[in-house]
């Protein structure tokens, strides 16, 4: 079957795992109405799901936020995404999906690279973005729940997600 794109696999990713504690950082963050600069700790205080996302506009960011909004996790836990994209793309982005979400703005790629979900674009010499990733954190950032595209594209089991999520606010 052509797929129209290649399937690519990705070097192995050393990322944060179940137990850990996940990386602080301070980044702008992105809502429907403005964003300020803000640290992960400030924002943590129950369950967070914290969703690693390529470029906004690829259609694996559209996908993700359309599968965030169909599923409802918003309802249960406060979901961020993270992308390299700038303020003004999550601005765009939330105005189409994302209902309640809100998104932090890494252009450089610091957290990304923090979180060890980095790769470089094929084609596209320094271009750094993130693999999609999904990291459930309880209130003290301890990490609940990962998941790491080992291909891209690929996407977590949405199935699996929403089970770590409700084991974790039952």
Request: glycine share 8%; hydrophobic share 40%; proline share 6%.
């Amino acid at each position: 079957m052509d797929l129209g794109f290649d399937v690519v696999d990705l070097p192995e990713a050393d990322h944060p795992t179940v137990g850990e504690t996940a990386p602080g950082f301070t980044r702008p963050l992105v809502g429907d109405e403005f964003w300020e600069d803000r640290a992960l700790d400030d924002v943590v205080d129950g369950p967070t799901l914290l969703v690693f996302h390529p470029m906004d506009g690829a259609f694996q960011t559209t996908y993700l936020y359309n599968e965030i909004d169909e599923h409802g996790w918003r309802d249960d836990v406060d979901v961020y995404g993270l992308s390299i994209s700038t303020p003004y793309e999550h601005k765009r982005l939330l105005a189409e999906r994302g209902d309640g979400v809100r998104v932090f703005s890494d252009p450089s790629a610091a957290v990304i690279r923090s979180y060890g979900v980095d790769h470089d674009i094929d084609g596209m010499a320094g271009i750094t973005e993130a693999r999609p990733a999904v990291f459930l954190l309880d209130a003290d950032r301890e990490v609940r729940y990962a998941w790491v595209a080992d291909e891209h594209p690929d996407f977590p089991e949405y199935d699996a997600v929403g089970s770590a999520i409700d084991r974790l606010v039952d």
